[in-house]
C-alpha cells in the first residue's frame, strides 16, 4: 500500500539575509501528523533526541547501528518523500538514511545545538523540516556561521519550514542554535556515503586485507588530487 504523502503549502516564509551559496528551501510543509507519530513514540522533553534508521555509533571504528526502525514511522517517511518531491529531489531509499528529531528547549548549554559542520561520512545533501517554534526567540532558530569570514546569517522559522544543506553551505559554514528561552523541534535527514557503509561492511566482517587495499586508493586518489596525506 502507497504511503500518504504530507500535502505541502505553496510558499515558504524562510527567509534569511545573505544566504550561504547551497542554502535552498521548499514548500513549508504540513507536519501536524509527523508530531504526533513522534510524540507517541515518546519524543520531547524527556526524549530530546531521537535517531532513526541507519545511526552512526563511532565512524572512526566503522561502527553503525539502527536504533528504530523507519518502517515504524509512516508519517516521517511520507514528509520526507513529500519534501524531497516538492524540491525536485531524487529518493534515494531507506539504505544508509539517518533522520534525527531534536527538541529544543530553554536557554540551557545542554539545550542548544553546538556549531558544526556535518561529517565526511555524510552525503551531500542535509534536508531539515522545522517541526514546531515557539516565540520570536532569534537565538532558537539554526544560525549559520562562515567558517573563514565574517558571514553570519540566522533562519526565521516557523513550522513546516524546509531548507536544504548541500556544497559550500556544508563545507565553508558552520551551523549551531546558540540557545534561548522557548521551545523548538526539527527534523533532518541525510544518506550516509556509500563508501562508508561498505567500509563498515568490511570492519565488520574484519576484512583487514580489503580495507588496507580501500585505503591505499583512497590515498591515492587524494594526492592525484593534491591532497596532503596529513
Given amino acids: 500500500m502507497a504511503r500518504k504523502r504530507m500535502r505541502s503549502k505553496q510558499t515558504s516564509e524562510v527567509s534569511c539575509h545573505d544566504r550561504p551559496s547551497g542554502l535552498s528551501f521548499g514548500p513549508r510543509q504540513d507536519v501536524d ?39 515504524s514511522f509512516p508519517a516521517v517517511l511520507a514528509l520526507i518523500e513529500g519534501s524531497m518531491e516538492s524540491m525536485s529531489c531524487r529518493h534515494r531509499g531507506v539504505r544508509g538514511l539517518n533522520v534525527i528529531a531534536r527538541h529544543y528547549e530553554g536557554p540551557s548549554e545542554e539545550d542548544r545545538l553546538s556549531f558544526h559542520a556535518d561529517n565526511f561520512i555524510v552525503g551531500e545533501w542535509v534536508f531539515g523540516c522545522i517541526l514546531r517554534q515557539e516565540g520570536d526567540n532569534p537565538l532558537l532558530a539554526l544560525h549559520f556561521r562562515e567558517r573563514d569570514g565574517p558571514g ?34 526539527s527534523l533532518t535527514w541525510r544518506w550516509l556515503r556509500p563508501s562508508f557503509l561498505r567500509w563498515c561492511e568490511l570492519e565488520h566482517s574484519l576484512n583487514r586485507r580489503e580495507q588496507v587495499c580501500w585505503l591505499q586508493r583512497f590515498i591515492c586518489v587524494g594526492h592525484s588530487a593534491g591532497i596532503d596525506q596529513e
Avoid at 35 to 56: H, I, N, Q, S, T
Fill in 33 to 71: 501528523a509527523v508530531v504526533k507519530e513522534l510524540e507517541a513514540a515518546g519524543f520531547g522533553r524527556e526524549r530530546p533526541v531521537m535517531d532513526m534508521g541507519c545511526a552512526y555509533h563511532d565512524f572512526s571504528k566503522g561502527l553503525l547501528r539502527v536504533d528504530l526502525d523507519l518502517q
Fill in 152 to 185: 553570519y546569517v540566522c533562519m526565521k522559522e516557523k513550522p513546516g519550514h524546509l531548507y536544504l544543506q548541500t556544497g559550500e553551505a556544508r563545507h565553508h559554514w558552520t551551523h549551531g542554535i546558540p540557545a534561548g528561552g522557548g521551545g523548538a523541534e
